[in-house]
């Protein structure tokens, strides 16, 4: 086994980045896929804490290659940045390789997201105002400006005079805004294209060939399956696939050259944004599991809304994503509760169904059934082998292993590397 793939099996912020980095110890290579600047993974080492947008999260190995593939949309101020911080902490970036191919956030896009949302006003999707989904769109408009177009003086030029002038036709016809000043921002983007150009290659080549040479890669998802365009609660989405197959639209790596599939699990749910989530708990235990969790977001550092864990949507993951294994993080959140829940199955007018609805309408009326489970009530976070989790612990994971169908591969019990059991071996 060479290729694993790490994807969120939720709504986001189960813990990517630290299942990230505690497996990046023995791959070559860490790949980003999707998404952008949305992303917050967080890595704890030593003390030590690390917020990535759109850096990998191996990039605190030295040595370990971290690629971010053409599925993603990278904003070049926020990337230069993440690489300045990183260098100012003494990590080593030398091995940071940008896709030619990867679309480029440009200004436009941030303001067309935040004008969006107002638009949208009560019915907005809570976006993280990064210009993502605005990017996505130019991208399949045929109008974005792709890295090697950026590193293209004269390209670069030419294509962003020609889009600036639709979008500020949109921005005074349609948004009574003031118009962009194009001048300004080639200069700003000429100055970001010369930082990038040493990272930038094409990705496609190298990964296909490190996987020939039996290199080990991890493909690190962004964002979660109920955030995917096409399989999340649309349109309270992303613009992007999440999902594992979105590895091989993202960084042209064919499908059958995957050979695992990890899906993280957060032992409850939380989800940022506007939206459906069938299992939220509006009400004290709610409060009490973004108390206990300090549930508030790394990008927005929004409150995030809280509920019990619903193995529904981990089972519908799974089935989306061919999930091999899950690697369940923050179960000591759960230590202080005296009794836990877990969402085995949906009902809708007493009926149990065995799909997750498309129609919002239809999903709002789900009545969650549950499972309810004795606490442990004690200090699981420096258990390091799965034997000695309290049993109630095991029956509670055990328990979602069975209804979901998925083995459980890694159990996080803490923020810190060394705060994971591994219950299986990832790469041969
Ligand atoms: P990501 O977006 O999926 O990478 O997740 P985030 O980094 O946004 O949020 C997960 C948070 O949980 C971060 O602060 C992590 O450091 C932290 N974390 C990850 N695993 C564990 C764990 O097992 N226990 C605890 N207490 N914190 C964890
Ligand atoms: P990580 O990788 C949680 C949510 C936003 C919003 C919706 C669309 O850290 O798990 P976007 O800016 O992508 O157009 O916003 O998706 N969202 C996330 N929620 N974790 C994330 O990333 C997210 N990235 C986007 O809150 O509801
Ligand atoms: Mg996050």
Redesign the pocket.
């Known amino acids: 086994m060479s290729t694993v793939v790490i994807s969120?099996a939720l709504w986001?912020?189960?813990?990517?980045?630290?299942i990230v980095d505690a497996l990046a110890a023995q791959a070559d290579t860490v790949v980003r896929f999707q998404g952008g600047s949305n992303?917050?993974?967080?890595v704890?080492v030593g003390g030590e804490e690390y917020k990535l947008r759109l850096l990998p999260s191996g990039i605190l190995y030295k040595g370990t290659t971290c690629v971010i593939a053409n599925g993603v949309v990278v904003d070049p101020q926020c990337l230069i940045e993440e690489i300045d911080n990183m260098k100012a902490r003494g990590v080593d970036t030398s091995n940071i390789r940008l896709s030619n191919r990867a679309h480029v956030v440009m200004p436009w896009h941030k303001l067309f997201d935040e004008l969006a949302e107002n638009f949208r006003g009560e019915n907005k999707i809570g976006t993280t105002k990064r210009g993502i989904g605005p990017c996505y769109i130019d991208k399949a408009d045929r109008i974005g400006i792709r890295v090697c177009d950026l590193i293209d003086r004269q390209d670069f030029s030419d294509k962003v005079r020609s889009v600036v002038e639709l979008k500020n036709l949109i921005l005074e016809k349609v948004y009574n805004h003031a118009p962009l000043d194009v001048e300004e921002i080639i200069r700003e983007y000429e100055v970001y294209a010369e930082k990038i150009r040493p990272f930038v290659c094409d990705t496609i080549s190298l990964l296909n060939s490190q996987i020939d040479a039996g290199k080990k890669i991890l493909f690190e998802g962004a964002q979660a399956t109920m955030l995917d365009i096409d399989y999340g609660t649309y349109p309270f989405v992303t613009s992007s696939h999440p999902i594992s197959g979105g590895v091989g639209i993202g960084a042209g790596v064919a499908p059958k050259k995957i050979d695992t599939v990890v899906g993280?699990v957060k032992a409850y749910c939380t989800r940022v944004g506007s939206g459906p989530f069938p299992t939220e708990q509006l009400n004290p235990v709610g409060d009490k599991l973004r108390e206990a969790g300090r549930e508030f977001g790394?990008v927005t550092g929004r409150p995030r809304r809280c509920g019990w864990l619903d193995a529904c949507v981990v089972k519908y993951a799974g089935q989306l994503s061919g999930t091999d294994y899950m690697a369940v993080?923050?179960?000591?959140?759960l230590d202080s509760f005296d009794e836990i829940k877990m969402c085995t199955a949906y009902k809708i007018d007493g009926a149990i169904i065995n799909e997750i609805p498309a129609s919002l309408k239809v999903l709002a009326k789900v009545e969650p059934v549950y499972e309810i489970f004795a606490g442990w009530q004690c200090d699981i976070s420096k258990i390091r082998r799965f034997e000695d989790l309290p049993l109630n612990a095991k029956i509670y994971l055990e328990r979602l292993a069975s209804v979901t169908g998925i083995k459980l591969g890694i159990v996080?019990?803490?923020?810190n590397r060394d705060?994971t059991i591994f219950l299986a071996d990832f790469f041969d």
């Not at 992303?39 to 967080?42: E, F, L, R, S, V």
């Not at 996080?412 to 923020?415: K, L």
Request: without cysteine; proline residues 0%.
């Open positions: 969120g986001g912020d189960e813990g990517k980045g630290k992303a917050g993974h967080t704890s993280v790394t993080t923050r179960l000591d959140i996080s019990v803490g923020a705060q």
